[in-house]
């Protein structure tokens, strides 16, 4: 599969270069504010990848910097991409707004490290547990909205196999294979699926049991991606029911960094896994 452009994750590396560059010139934020024609808070915006600038202020920012050539070609080309939709936008709807920047930075992630107490990754979902999950909700959307976001779902795992899949790493409380999500024959499909995806390469799965005890992760589920370009920190992400915290600090990445290791420490390796998942399987015929 050829990469396909993750407007989020362009938008990130331009604001991390657009900082570095103001600061190397010895400008304050108000003094390229006053050029551009903005307030200083839109500069700031744009240094930490809150808003995207258009290719014009881009184009501004990079004179009063003194930076030409290629570097000059490269920053605005990377400017187009930031402002360019995603290939989720005719899905519209079907992403609530703050799930839209997960699947934007998922698309170019080289590693994901997730930990999923209740339920199998969405990445690593069947259709039919897709569905089940989605009936589960307090409020059901409509046939049509589920079709949508099982599409969505779908799509996304696209990535999984080819030239440019990452590296995914995921860590699995047992209670996310022995919940019969969807009924005996709906979760047996799922298992299936488990066993396929962890014969991948790039896919690592462990099974966290029940025998672990207390572990770090009690708090909840969390996804830690990784990008190829040394430039773009890797964030944190952490979902709730009405929302999303994305965490980019030093401190924030490194506490969840830790967490992951101590979790794929204390989990069954990944061919002890594969037998638990084979077992739960087996119980469901």
């Given at each position: 599969?050829?990469?396909?452009?993750?407007?989020?994750?362009?938008?990130?590396?331009?604001?991390?270069?657009?900082?570095?560059?103001?600061?190397?010139?010895?400008?304050?934020?108000?003094?390229?504010?006053?050029?551009?024609?903005?307030?200083?808070?839109?500069?700031?915006?744009?240094?930490?990848?809150?808003?995207?600038?258009?290719?014009?202020?881009?184009?501004?920012?990079?004179?009063?910097?003194?930076?030409?050539?290629?570097?000059?070609?490269?920053?605005?080309?990377?400017?187009?991409?930031?402002?360019?939709?995603?290939?989720?936008?005719?899905?519209?709807?079907?992403?609530?707004?703050?799930?839209?920047?997960?699947?934007?930075?998922?698309?170019?992630?080289?590693?994901?490290?997730?930990?999923?107490?209740?339920?199998?990754?969405?990445?690593?979902?069947?259709?039919?547990?897709?569905?089940?999950?989605?009936?589960?909700?307090?409020?059901?959307?409509?046939?049509?909205?589920?079709?949508?976001?099982?599409?969505?779902?779908?799509?996304r795992q696209?990535?999984?196999?080819?030239?440019?899949?990452?590296?995914?790493?995921?860590?699995?409380?047992?209670?996310?294979?022995?919940?019969?999500?969807?009924?005996?024959?709906?979760?047996?499909?799922?298992?299936?699926?488990?066993?396929?995806?962890?014969?991948?390469?790039?896919?690592?799965?462990?099974?966290?049991?029940?025998?672990?005890?207390?572990?770090?992760?009690?708090?909840?589920?969390?996804?830690?991606?990784?990008?190829?370009?040394?430039m773009d920190?890797?964030?944190?992400?952490?979902?709730?029911?009405?929302?999303?915290?994305?965490?980019?600090?030093?401190?924030?990445?490194?506490?969840?960094?830790l967490m992951?290791?101590?979790?794929?420490?204390?989990?069954?390796?990944?061919?002890?896994?594969?037998?638990?998942?084979?077992?739960?399987?087996?119980?469901?015929?």
């Amino acid at each position: 599969m050829s990469p396909r452009t993750s407007p989020t994750a362009r938008r990130r590396r331009l604001a991390a270069e657009l900082r570095r560059l103001r600061k190397e010139a010895g400008l304050t934020r108000e003094q390229v504010a006053e050029v551009i024609g903005c307030a200083p808070a839109t500069i700031t915006r744009f240094e930490i990848a809150r808003s995207g600038p258009r290719v014009g202020e881009v184009a501004l920012m990079l004179e009063l910097y003194g930076i030409t050539g290629a570097q000059r070609d490269a920053l605005l080309k990377m400017a187009k991409e930031a402002r360019r939709r995603g290939w989720w936008h005719p899905y519209s709807g079907a992403i609530p707004t703050w799930f839209e920047t997960y699947v934007s930075l998922e698309e170019e992630a080289a590693t994901i490290r997730a930990y999923e107490s209740e339920c199998v990754p969405g990445l690593l979902q069947t259709a039919g547990y897709m569905r089940a999950v989605t009936l589960a909700e307090p409020v059901v959307p409509g046939a049509e909205e589920i079709d949508r976001r099982v599409a969505v779902r779908m799509e996304r795992q696209a990535r999984l196999s080819g030239d440019e899949a990452p590296a995914i790493w995921a860590v699995l409380n047992e209670a996310a294979v022995r919940r019969q999500v969807g009924g005996r024959e709906t979760m047996r499909d799922q298992l299936e699926r488990l066993m396929e995806v962890s014969r991948l390469h790039n896919v690592t799965l462990q099974i966290l049991p029940f025998e672990a005890g207390a572990h770090p992760g009690m708090d909840g589920a969390f996804t830690i991606l990784g990008f190829p370009e040394s430039m773009d920190p890797d964030v944190v992400y952490v979902e709730y029911r009405a929302g999303s915290l994305y965490l980019e600090g030093r401190t924030e990445v490194d506490t969840y960094n830790l967490m992951f290791d101590h979790l794929r420490a204390r989990a069954l390796s990944p061919d002890e896994s594969q037998a638990l998942i084979a077992k739960v399987h087996q119980d469901l015929r």
